[in-house]
């Protein structure tokens, strides 16, 4: 079975500056996908940011990339230019290749919670 | 704005009490899941389907959960008898498999406590 971990806990960073969410995974899988997650304090789940394994180049969206680590099973979250909008817990999550047996269910680490200082 | 919807929000409901949760998926989409959060444990997939057919409920304790989706339109996850220990924020998401990296939308959630 796969497994993500998310080593921070807690993680705060002074508004405007950048922050980086660390996640690692254990997969003996060569294809899969892996998610970031936001979830505020209003607790609905919000998809930041995906990443296709088999895809080299490191997805962006806007103020949020990541620095995915194949070999080294890394997908670290980086957000620029932090706002107070920002403050959230973050999950990151593994998602195996889509198969007839069906595998579609996320894996989710065990979260950290950012602190955005004004 | 498409949506998926949870009902009831909130629950508090006494030990060994019938729950019932329900979930609207965002219409056209054909693959729904059910996903529990808990302080000690995280989220966990619970169960899913894809045009309405169960194809993962290994998450779920199979003697006090059931999970069914009597029409494209309506997911309910069922508990009976409840327990204490199934306190949490119950998740309903729904997807529609059009790429391999389909996004999962979630629900709002239903947060229940059994006293």
């Known amino acids: 079975a796969q497994t993500v971990t998310q080593s921070q806990p807690e993680m705060s960073v002074q508004e405007a500056e950048t922050v980086t969410l660390s996640c690692t995974y254990d997969?003996?899988?060569?294809?899969?996908?892996l998610f970031w997650y936001k979830q505020p304090p209003s607790r609905q789940m919000i998809l930041v940011i995906r990443?296709?394994?088999?895809?080299?180049q490191n997805a962006t969206e806007n103020r949020f990339s990541v620095n995915f680590q194949k070999a080294a099973k890394s997908f670290s979250l980086k957000i620029s230019d932090s706002q107070l909008g920002d403050a959230a817990m973050y999950f990151c999550?593994?998602?195996?290749?889509?198969?007839?047996?069906?595998?579609?269910?996320?894996?989710f680490g065990k979260g950290t919670h950012l602190i955005i200082q004004p | 704005d498409a949506r998926v919807t949870q009902t009831p929000r909130h629950k508090v409901t006494e030990m060994g009490q019938e729950v019932t949760m329900r979930c609207q998926p965002i219409?056209?989409?054909?693959?729904v899941f059910w996903y529990r959060q808990t302080m000690m444990q995280g989220l966990e997939l619970l169960a899913y389907?894809?045009?309405?057919?169960?194809?993962?409920d290994s998450g779920m304790p199979k003697d006090r959960f059931s999970a069914e989706m009597p029409d494209a339109t309506l997911a309910t996850l069922k508990i009976q008898p409840s327990e204490p220990r199934d306190s949490a924020v119950y998740f309903c998401?729904?997807?529609?498999?059009?790429?391999?990296?389909?996004?999962?939308?979630f629900g709002p959630g239903t947060r229940l406590t059994v006293t």
């Open positions: 219409l056209g989409h054909n693959t």
């Open positions: 997969t003996s899988e060569s294809d899969y996908y």
């Open positions: 990443q296709e394994a088999y895809k080299q």
């Open positions: 389907f894809r045009n309405r057919a169960p194809l993962d």
């Open positions: 998401a729904s997807g529609l498999v059009t790429a391999p990296a389909y996004e999962q939308y």
């Open positions: 999550a593994y998602r195996s290749p889509l198969s007839g047996g069906g595998a579609d269910g996320l894996t």
